[in-house]
């Protein structure tokens, strides 16, 4: 059974204190490792996809990168609106005859001025 | 370009009513998917389909049931519904099981509570 476990489960930072997240995952055979965003009241939206060990990606103050336990979101110099919560979730060869999609916990990012 | 549409936003449910909750899709995508989110739980698969008239049981699909006549629309209902089922339900779809890049099509939830 495909398993992911994210921490911290809430993080605070200041305006421009980089920090990382940390998303470690147990699948039999990893298809996709995928991060979203999630703001209050609204559903998550996608921020990338990692297939396989190496593999990084970037978008404005952010990088995901991914090993073959676990995958990292980092944030640099992040500002107040990069406040939310930021989901981890992979799918293994198991999940592939429905898509299914399995989720951590998430963490909780708030950043202060 | 709607995408998903869930209905309705929120809803406050005396124990043992029944609701059904509203999915609906767009984008013509085959794979539709029913989440609930608790807190510190993340998100759990309840139902999906596979395509129009299928349905299938997730990780926690006790006490719901599901239904897929058309394509672009996905229902969850609750028959008789219990305090433990409070969570924001989610629905998602996907053009098929290989997921594309970008994974799954989120619609914005349903805040549910049941007292």
């Known amino acids: 059974e495909d398993q992911v476990t994210q921490s911290p489960e809430a993080l605070r930072l200041q305006e421009g204190e980089s920090s990382s997240l940390n998303c470690s995952y147990t699948v039999s055979g990893l298809r996709g490792l995928f991060w979203y965003r999630q703001d209050p009241g609204k559903g998550p939206e996608f921020l990338f996809t990692l297939y396989s060990a190496g593999e990084e990606k970037e978008k404005e103050r952010l990088k995901a990168t991914l090993t073959k336990k676990e995958s990292f979101l980092h944030i640099t110099a992040p500002k107040p609106e990069d406040s939310a919560t930021y989901l981890c979730a992979v799918q293994g060869a198991g999940g592939t005859s429905y898509g299914k999609l399995t989720f951590g916990q998430g963490t909780i990012l708030t950043v202060h001025p | 370009n709607a995408g998903v549409t869930q209905t309705p ?16 899709q767009d984008m013509n995508h085959e794979y539709m998917y029913w989440y609930r989110q608790d807190p510190g739980m993340g998100l759990r698969l309840i139902h999906y389909s596979v395509g129009e008239g299928t349905t299938a049981k997730g990780e926690v699909p006790d006490g719901y049931n599901v239904s897929r006549l058309k394509k672009q629309n ?11 089922q409070t969570s924001v339900y989610f629905c998602a779809s996907s053009y098929s099981r290989d997921l594309p890049s970008h994974g799954y099509t989120f619609g914005s939830g349903t805040r549910l509570t049941v007292v």
Do not use: D, H, N
């Not at chain 2, 996905?74 to 433990?84: H, I, N, R, T, V």
């Open chain 2, 9 to 24: 936003k929120f809803r406050v449910l005396k124990t043992g009513q029944s609701m059904t909750l509203l999915c609906a």
């Open chain 2, 74 to 84: 996905f229902l969850l209902g609750l028959e008789s519904a219990a305090p433990s």
